[in-house]
């Protein structure tokens, strides 16, 4: 039996893991390792390649393919992770994103269907959720039925991932396979663990006094000695990159932001008082830089402020005494650690907009492609934020006067305004402020949630309530609850969080601009809408559900809330890998597209 002092540094050590990961960003651009003497833990590493991007005119159907009839294009086998028949993969125009698409046949038995049917999952999450197992599979429940079934998984999830050639793609799926398996792995044998990081990220100061050095004629020549070429050089590249915006993407008010957080972290450095003030003068001219217009001069003008710069640290280094032993190195690791939060935000520059605008329209292009429906169209379910989705894209096509390509759509859990509701999702909101989305610009929910996993299912069970948010009591075998848990999740840019908190808002979700209400323009759909809530949803209350329901046309929207007052009870997630999910919601889906599914 655990001893309480056992208990006590387990707690210590989930609460370090996540504590590490969210108070460093720049933990997630290496595959991290966190150990201890009982746990270990490997975070899915980041695939690393730079992309833009931006709205597409059209959209390219090209795709690589386990069943591809062109050999330069084939991927020769799925990753293990993948229990599908079939795993695609759809490129985006201008974007190196591959998406992956998960395949199920039809079953011969069944009776034939017309539409193919896409299932969309929610806000950082995978394919899993759909496929946990044989016996509690909603992707292979609705294929038995007669439906050839996909499930996409978005830019950043599962196994999508950034690649230009089919080897690419092929290699890359298996790395990311073999991660999900192996976090799964750890944390199923009780070594999850936070007392190492790799040798490459720079641990965070665990004390913030400067380090000095009695003077010493041995060392004398040591701490004088600067590596001025190589500091300015850095420098002069991030000014370079804040002047073009990170090439659009940063705002003005953002780069301001990031300018300042730099500058700050630089100053902090210097105890003189007269060198704050020469500082605060270099502070100024490089931000009138950063805000005019680029020329052939600027570059130049930036390397001159950041020598100034670097002088102004190395005075300060040689000002004081006994002298400052490790200022250039401290400054070296703030240039470093701001680069890498540069880096994320380039990285994981998406939002809710990039989901609906260009990877759900290119996956349902090479869907209908594919499966040649005789009407064009596709039937879809979304989960949680896939049913956001599928009522943003009814609303946007009904304000332009477009059809939507979709026959019918189930949503699951999802609504546009939350406000009627009491969703714990509002813990989400402190994350609304532009300046902290810019310091942390991703939420690594899959490893927070593999971190804080074992805490809540071991003795003392001191973090058992995160279960239910996803999961009713008894609703879920714990096998499931843990590859859910385990193998779901993902890292979320924060800007897609930032985006979705709008739902929080009197007017509902809105677009990236600001401008565009999604709840406005839903009435003007003419797709039947089956609405599915849970009774014990803490994520999209009935409430919330019910909210968004009303703004569809009445004659063309159902409702269900599932769950009775002596049980079962339905969370999140049960309405898709709950115990009574199987006899109880997917019939009633079933009986609603059936309806539906005519041409």
């Known amino acids: 039996m655990a001893t309480t002092s056992t208990i006590q540094s387990d707690i210590r050590s989930a ?12 933990l997630i651009l290496s595959r991290v390792t966190f150990s201890s003497a009982r746990w270990s833990f490997s975070p899915r590493p980041l695939l690393s390649s730079h992309y833009r991007i931006s709205t597409p005119v059209s959209f390219r159907a090209r795709a690589f393919s386990t069943e591809s ?19 695609h993969y759809v490129s985006v ?7 992956a698409l998960w395949r199920y046949h039809p079953s011969p038995q069944a009776p034939p269907r017309n539409h193919p049917l896409l299932l969309l999952s929610g806000v950082g999450t995978n394919a899993v959720g759909y496929d946990l197992s044989p016996g509690s599979s909603f992707a292979r429940y609705m294929s038995g039925q007669g439906f050839e079934t996909w499930i996409l998984e978005v830019r950043g ?13 092929h290699q890359s799926a298996h790395e990311v396979s073999e991660e999900m398996e192996a976090v799964a792995k750890s944390v199923t044998n009780g070594t999850l663990s936070v007392d190492q990081q790799p040798s490459n990220v720079p641990s965070p100061p665990s004390d913030s006094r400067v380090s000095f050095v009695e003077e010493d004629s041995h060392l004398a020549g ?13 420098l002069t590249e991030i000014f370079m990159r804040l002047s073009e915006r990170l090439s659009g993407f940063l705002s003005e008010s953002e780069l301001k932001i990031m300018f300042a957080e730099l500058v700050d972290q630089i100053s902090k450095l210097l105890v003189d008082s007269q060198l704050s003030e020469r500082m605060n003068e270099i502070r100024g001219k490089l931000l009138s830089l950063l805000e005019a217009r680029q020329n052939s001069a600027i570059a130049g003008q930036f390397r001159d402020l950041s020598q100034g710069l670097v002088n102004v640290i190395e005075e300060g280094q040689k000002s004081v005494s006994p002298q400052l032993f490790d200022l250039q190195e401290r400054l070296s690791s703030i240039i470093e650690d701001f680069q890498k939060q540069l880096d994320l935000i380039v990285k994981y520059d998406w939002d809710f907009d990039n989901y609906l ?3 759900v329209p290119a996956a349902m292009e090479y869907i209908r492609a594919l499966t040649k429906p005789k009407d064009g169209k596709l039937l879809a379910i979304g989960h949680s934020m896939g049913g956001i989705l599928l009522y943003a894209m009814l609303s946007r096509c009904g304000w332009d006067g477009r059809d939507s390509g979709l026959a019918a759509i189930v949503t699951l859990a999802s609504s546009l305004d939350y406000t009627p509701s009491n969703s714990r999702l509002k813990l989400l909101l402190p994350l609304a402020d532009p300046a902290q989305a810019l310091n942390v610009p991703v939420v690594p929910l899959g490893a927070m949630l593999s971190a804080a996993y074992p805490l809540s299912t071991r003795p003392p069970y001191v973090l058992s309530w995160l279960n239910d948010f996803i999961s009713a009591r008894d609703m879920m075998h714990p096998e499931l609850l843990e590859k859910l848990v385990l193998n779901n999740f993902c890292t979320i840019p924060a800007k897609l969080i930032l985006q979705l908190t709008t739902a929080f808002q009197k007017s509902g979700l809105c677009d990236r601009s600001g401008k565009f209400f999604y709840k406005d323009h839903l009435h003007k759909s003419n797709v039947p809408v089956l609405a599915i809530a849970g009774d014990q949803d803490l994520i999209c209350p009935p409430e919330a559900v ?13 409702y269900k809330v599932f769950g009775e007052p002596g049980g079962p009870h339905y969370a999140h997630y049960d309405l898709v890998g709950g115990r009574k999910a199987v006899e109880q919601v997917y019939p009633c889906i079933i009986e609603f597209l059936s309806r539906c599914d005519l041409t």
């Open 15 to 26: 609460l370090q893991a996540t504590n590490l990961i969210i108070s460093n960003p720049s």
């Open 69 to 87: 009839t062109e050999p330069v294009i084939k991927v020769p086998d799925k990753p293990p992770i993948c229990t599908a028949d079939e795993l």
């Open 93 to 99: 125009s201008k974007s190196d994103w591959r998406l």
């Open 157 to 169: 999830a599962g196994l999508s991932i950034q690649g230009s050639t089919p080897k690419d793609v």
């Open 222 to 234: 040591i701490v004088s000695v600067w590596d001025e070429s190589k500091l300015v050089t850095k």
């Open 357 to 359: 605008e260009e990877d």
């Open 546 to 558: 019910e909210e968004t329901v009303r703004l569809i046309p009445e004659h063309l929207a159902s």
